[in-house]
T-cell receptor
């Protein structure tokens, strides 16, 4: 069965540094991959989508890469701020209806 | 600018009781879905719908029923609640096949 793994449950970094989160998947070749942010007590909020034919996508301080050979996506936050502290989820589409399956998330803490 | 609205925010049930979790969206999205989120398990798809009158099972459908009589509403029914259904439930909708999911802020359900 398809498996999606975010290899860190938690990541602690200093303000101003670049945070790098990893998402790996197996047994599947998704057409696209999405990243979401979730704050405590709230639903996930969409951040970025990257398609299989795109190597990299950027939005302000966020950058996502997608390596279909390694079956891996990297999510970067540059010049991180305490306000970036949240749980970040990656998600892949699965099946003919494009249902999303989610990783378990990485909880990022940015210390001032 | 309501988006996806879930009610109630919190609910406590006794084993064997039934209830309906409400979900409504005002974006005219055809696709709607229900996920549950448990610690260490991530988001898991319960049921989804690709339009009014059409529903299908996700990866963890047992113990839950859904219906889709209108585009706007997608209620989730627990016919006989069990402690294993203690979780946070999220409803989500999207515009088209590879567009982002819009989530509600969840219903926290405890079954004693």
């Amino acid at each position: 069965s398809q498996k999606i793994e975010q290899n860190s449950e938690a990541l602690n970094i200093q303000e101003g540094k670049t945070a790098t989160l990893t998402c790996n998947y197996t047994n599947y070749s998704p057409a696209y991959l999405q990243w979401y942010r979730q704050d405590p007590g709230r639903g996930p909020v969409f951040l970025l989508l990257i398609r299989e034919n795109e190597k990299e996508k950027r939005k302000e301080r966020l950058k996502v890469t997608f390596d279909t050979t390694l079956k891996q996506s990297l999510f970067h936050i540059t010049a991180s701020q305490p306000a970036d502290s949240a749980t970040y989820l990656c998600a892949l589409e699965r099946g003919s209806q494009g249902n999303l399956i989610f990783g378990k998330g990485t909880k990022l803490s940015v210390k001032p | 600018n309501a988006g996806v609205t879930q009610t109630p925010k919190f609910q406590v049930l006794k084993t064997g009781q039934s209830m309906t979790l409400q979900c409504a969206q005002d974006m005219n999205h055809e696709y709607m879905s229900w996920y549950r989120q448990d610690p260490g398990m991530g988001l898991r798809l319960i049921h989804y719908s690709v339009g009014a009158g059409i529903t299908d099972q996700g990866e963890v459908p047992n113990g839950y029923n859904v219906s889709r009589s209108t585009t706007e509403d997608f209620p989730l029914r627990l016919l006989s609640a069990a402690p294993s259904q203690t979780s946070v439930y999220f409803c989500a909708s999207r515009d088209s096949y590879n567009s982002p999911l819009h989530f509600g802020n969840g219903t926290r359900l405890t079954v004693t």
